[in-house]
Every structure is written in C-alpha cells, then in structure tokens.
C-alpha cells in the first residue's frame, strides 16, 4: 500500500466557478503538496516566461475537464489487434517511462527535470504508477504514467518509442489502464486526463465541467485502489 508522506505545508486553493484554468502559482513538488493537489482538482505543469521568469510552477484545473469513462472507451479493430502484440507490465520501468515522456523533442514538452524528480519520490513511496506496453523481443514499446490515489487515476502523459511499433503501444498502455480500473466492477473509479485533445476524443474521452469533476472526484476518493495498483510492492 502507499506510503503517506508528511503534509503540505501550502494552503492550497480550491478552484471556483468562473476561474481561469491556471488557478495558482508558486508551492512545490513535495509528495504531501503533490496528493493535496490531486485530491483538490488540481495538478501541476509549469509554464514557461510567466511574468518575465523563465520559468514557473503552475497549478491547473481545466473547465472543462477532460476525462475517459470507463465503459466508453473505443477500441477500433487496429487496436484491438495491437494489443495482441505487446505485453503490459506495471511499474518495471517507471524511470523509463518518464523519461520517455519528457523527451525536450517531443511538441509541447512541458516535463522538467524537477517534476521527473518529484514524480519518481511519488513513485517510490507506491503513488504514481507506470503502465508499460513491451514486445516479445523485451523492448519497451510504449507507456503512460499517473498518480493513483483511491479511485482516482489522475493521468500526466503517455508515449510511444519511434521505432517499427508505430503509435499503438501508447494506446495499447492505456486499453490496459482502463481494463486495470475495471477489473473489481467498483463504480465511481475516475480516469482523469486533463484536457480532451482530438487525439484522445477518437480513444472516447469526454469534457465535463469543474463542477461534475469536483463532484465524481469526491466519489472516486472514497473508493480503494484497484487491485492491480494496491499490490504493488514499495521500493
């Protein structure tokens, strides 16, 4: 089960009807402000020459949200065959992972040095999870990453490799993800992704608004961490 690390000392804000998505600025990455955030609505990504610095860390909670039900996933034929190809493993290779998908080439990356770090402290402390699409050869493939907390699975970014495997191996990642989070047959689990993109549209991720998501987060809190997440031995 997770380690609880010590409490933020940061009084974070609880985003309102009519806020900007950038809610706040400033905190840390400590573990403890990490959690506190998630279970707020919010999460962190830093923006780059905000009021003339180069760079700032910013707390974010999009209105609207975007989020991927469980029951509405899409899996078209492609995809249903890729995920024949690849086997799925959870947390061998969350260093990997991230790295992956902090790679400075990739358009808009936003994953710094310092919240790889702070992401890994989670990591080793059993919160934030990878879940990895490897091929038979033993190549990792392609992957996602995200903090666990209850029912909720808050989703940061995913990858995949640029070699012969295309783009499925990220896809195949989160089919598994979304199986992962099924498997018990708990209601109210919520698979957060932040923002919908077109890219994640077509895979059935909807937007809701602050509300609903302040709403089903509440719900999804409550819930114990699906078995495939709460087994995993810490570090």
């Known amino acids: 089960m997770p380690v609880d690390p010590p409490p933020t000392r940061w009084d974070l804000p609880i985003a309102q009807p009519g ?18 955030a998630y279970r707020s609505g919010l999460f962190p990504m830093p923006v780059d020459r905000l009021f003339g610095r180069a760079s700032e860390l910013a707390w974010w909670s999009p209105d609207p949200r975007g989020v991927l039900p469980l029951g509405g996933i899409r899996i078209p034929r492609s995809l249903r065959q890729a995920c024949r190809r690849f086997e799925i493993r959870i947390d061998t290779a969350f260093d990997e ?7 400075p080439d990739r358009p808009g990356a936003w994953i710094t040095g ?9 990591h080793r402390l059993g919160w934030a ?8 050869e033993g190549d990792l493939a392609g992957g996602l990453y995200g ?9 940061e970014s995913m990858f995949h490799a640029r070699q012969r495997w295309g783009r ?4 195949v990642a989160l089919v598994a993800l979304v199986e992962m989070l099924r498997a ?42 699906p078995p495939a997440l709460s087994t995993r031995p810490v570090p």
């Open 19 to 36: 806020n900007d998505d950038l809610i706040a600025i400033g905190a840390d990455l400590e573990p403890g402000t990490l959690l506190a």
């Open 147 to 155: 903090v666990a907390i209850g029912g909720l699975f808050a989703g």
């Open 97 to 103: 992972v991230i790295t992956a998908c902090a790679d």
């Open 129 to 136: 999870h990878s879940v990895e699409a490897w091929t038979p």
């Open 184 to 225: 018990d047959g708990a209601s109210g689990r919520l698979l957060d992704v932040q923002w919908g993109t077109p890219h994640l549209t077509s895979l059935g991720v909807v937007e809701i608004s602050r509300q609903e998501y302040l709403s089903r987060l509440r719900t999804a809190l409550r819930l114990e961490l």
């Open 168 to 171: 499925d191996a990220s896809k």
């Open 114 to 122: 310092q919240v790889q770090a702070a992401y890994r402290r989670l």
